[in-house]
């Protein structure tokens, strides 16, 4: 393929460098004490996870930052992730009551890192396993879904066990999140806390059925996410050249950034979420140009809004009403374009590199839902959501299987 | 434009906004460039035998994000002797005709000092004395300063000596360190006062290092008391000036003093009786510059209503200050909350539930309507939803008409009127831990 010029090393440091920047102490102090401390606070409720948001600004405010990330963490153990890769607009700040005093909402989402990275600096041990109960929990899936799971039953004094194909923990968080939003090593910092209190991991496991696991522990938790980016099952989708997002993504944050080689001309299938982390990620590793492909309307794309404004700020250009036909080759083992179909006709769209982000499709995975000892939770339930919707999701689970393994004694 | 010219005690100024006696009034450069910025008068740091300070000197209590909203002093008067201070303070009147110069004076007790002080100070051609009888620390410590304010004896006799000699006007400078400053302000006008200022600081300590425990602000680990100001001392202020204009045994002008930083606070204490105003904290925290919108924004203020002169506005508010025993027990309020401005933050909810009557109901936030109501017959009309309310205007008292007459505490004691009906408690007992 051809490729792009690459960037210097600076240029790429910068590139990624975090989208959203840690308040100050200053500032900090002026955002937390601009929230109101509303009452049954919308924010609280808009999360999943139900983080009592005004409390924990509150201790910023009054400079207990340790308390404050206790309120945090307490009830969402991926509080550090979250803080850089919710998407805020659309849940606690956009539930904020100031939007309605025609105001800028509080900025949580900052507010949560300042918190949070306090207790990632200074080493600081939150939580406390509960005495033991003896039960044992096989957790599948070291995503946010299962490490919720894992913690919350490690508190309420379970032994667990986590098993993960990968050779990392974190799922998504580690490999899969804009490396502007979420690096890898914050990703796996907030897994060894949670680790820390006490759960097994074992990594480099890739669990085919549950069913052993159903004779050796008391309580098994699938959290295995969803499988691999849908196949586009039109020609060409297989010639090199062409890539699925995650796969680009999870390369480009587990190598160092030039090591990620990207078309000159880069053209994104899809328009969700990871459609426009894939097109800004090849924009800012150096792609002349970068442009997302959609077969539907600018007004059907599935992405938040305030993603779509990020992938224009960054310079990429969409094409709607665009349905992909064909990736052709360039005769030499790579691609030269996308042929597409458009009200006007046809057209090829000129592309020395295609990503296909058209969506994960369900994992090869046999749930036996009726056995009461089994729970799911994260994307392999929920079809595909946030890290805060697998947090709460593995949270409620933890509450489930202890009520379970106790004889419902909910604490 | 409204005419801001002050006339206090025979002592004329441009306007009535004055630098009080302190740190930005401690060089002839200080007071020349505020006057050039539009200040009307300034009272000089106190002069006296000159004194050596500390290092850590003030100390600061933040609200929140905002800073100084409460500021403390350990500061003695001035470290520069005597002669370098009278002979700027005639430099400055010389040059600034116009302006009120205003000499702070705070020697040792006795008669021979004072007259000697006093005397000089008038040959530096100054509009007036004022006799530093507030100053709450280190000062009071050798018998000076707020240890005289403090006794009504001491200060009605050093009064008199001043007056043996002066030929300018004296004001007095009160402390409001003591149980009934009215007190004090009676025997500065038997010692034969022209004129009032007040209030000076309150004894305070701002606060403690945590990680130390060295009360702040701390010199060398150790703090000592100091004098609070700033914008938290001025609601003490309005009431202490209020309480001696009021006094009818009083009846000398009094320059307003405390937390004065906006235009609003300055025309509150001339409406409660101040016929000039002095500043100090407001110039420390940023600057001569402020007096710039405190004559604008008086002056826009005073032609809005229709006010010509000081004099019009100056003690208006007075006669409505009254005893509690005087006031109507059949006014009654409802509090009404505007669902359109609501934003729904509930913090109405929690400080009444909590804080007052339990006179506000919740509704459901998911009905997408109102998430709050008054209860009308549970509401006592505190203002206590409205204060809390962030929305401006979304919470308001209105008064609910009766056919009562007014009857007051003293009139209703006496069986003379009978109440309105009148709002009740009515859940006390029926709280329970919500279900979770």
Redesign the interface.
Known sequence: MEQSVPLSEEQLAKNFADIAPPLTNDAALLEANKCLFCHDAPCTIACPTHIDVPAFIKKIASGNLRGSARVILDANPFGHSCARACPVEVLCEGACVLNDRDEQPIKIALLQRHATDYVLEHKLRLFQPGPSTGKRVAVVGAGPAGLSCARDLRRRGHDVTVFEAKAQPGGLNTYGIAEYKLKADVALAEVQDILDLGVELKTGVTIASIDPLLSQYDAVFVGVGLGGTKRLGIPGEDLPGVVDALTFIEHLKTHPYRETTVGRRVVVIGAGNTAIDAVTQAKRLGAAAATIVYRRSEADMPCYHYEYELAKRDGCGFRFNAAPQRIIGNGSGGVSGLEVRTDLGSETIPSDMVIVAIGQGERDFVVPRNDPRVFVGGDCANGGAEIVNAAAEGGVAAKRIHEMLTGGDAM | MADLRTNFADIKSPNPFWLASGPPTNTYGQVAKAFDQGWGGAVWKTIGEPIINVFSRYGSVDL???RMMGFNNIELISDRPVAENLKEIAEVKRNYPTHAVIASLMVESKRAAWHEMVKQTEDTGADGIELNFGCPHGMSERGMGSAVGQVPDYTCQIVEWVKEVATIPVIVKLTPNVTDITYIARAAVKGGADALSLINTINSIVGVDLSTFEPQPSVAGKSSHGGYCGPAVKPIALHLVSAVAADPSVKIPISGIGGIASWRDAAEFIALGAGSVQVCTAVMHYGFRIVEDLIDGLSTWMDERGHRTLADVRGRALPRVTTWEELDLNYHLLAHIDQDKC?????C??ACEDGAHQAIR?LP?DNGGP?VEIIEEACVGCNLCAAVC??QECITMRQVPNEYPPVSWKEYAAGKRKLAPRSEHFHTATWAPSPK
Request: glycine share 6%.
């Open positions: 929140g994000a905002t934003i729904k933050c509930e913090l909810w929690t919740r936030r998430v962030p929305v």
